[in-house]
């Protein structure tokens, strides 16, 4: 299983990205897709998930400003971040966890909020 992250790049205070995270092969095959995030010297926290379901779940600090959705036939996920803050630069990691619990992890994109 490979994941492809791709999106980020850098915006102003106030604007919008959306990362996309695309799979190798048919995302049916994971319970759950998640995306994190992670700054130089600290953990890499989650941001949001999307369930099998089509349940979702965000982090507080993201409520409301970013939308995470998945498309199956395009294998892919995404993550909707409008609103975006100076505090919401970061690497952005996608990961995938299949039924049988196995994770994979997308490689990182760079989230710059900058004027």
């Known amino acids: 299983v490979q994941l492809q992250a791709s999106g980020g790049g850098l915006v102003q205070p106030g604007g919008s990205l959306r990362l996309s995270c695309a799979a190798s092969g048919s995302i049916l095959r994971f319970d759950v897709m998640d995306w994190y995030r992670q700054t130089p010297g600290k953990q890499r926290d989650l941001v949001a998930a999307?369930?099998?379901?089509?349940?979702?779940t965000y982090a507080d600090s993201v409520r409301g400003r970013f939308t995470i959705s998945r498309d199956i036939a395009k294998r892919t996920v995404y993550l909707q971040m409008n609103s975006l803050k100076p505090e919401d630069t970061a690497v952005y990691y996608c990961?995938?966890?299949?039924?049988?619990?196995?994770?994979?992890w997308g490689q990182g994109t760079q989230v710059t909020v900058s004027s």
């Open positions: 990961k995938a966890t299949t039924w049988e619990r196995d994770e994979f």
């Open positions: 999307v369930f099998s379901g089509g349940k979702t």
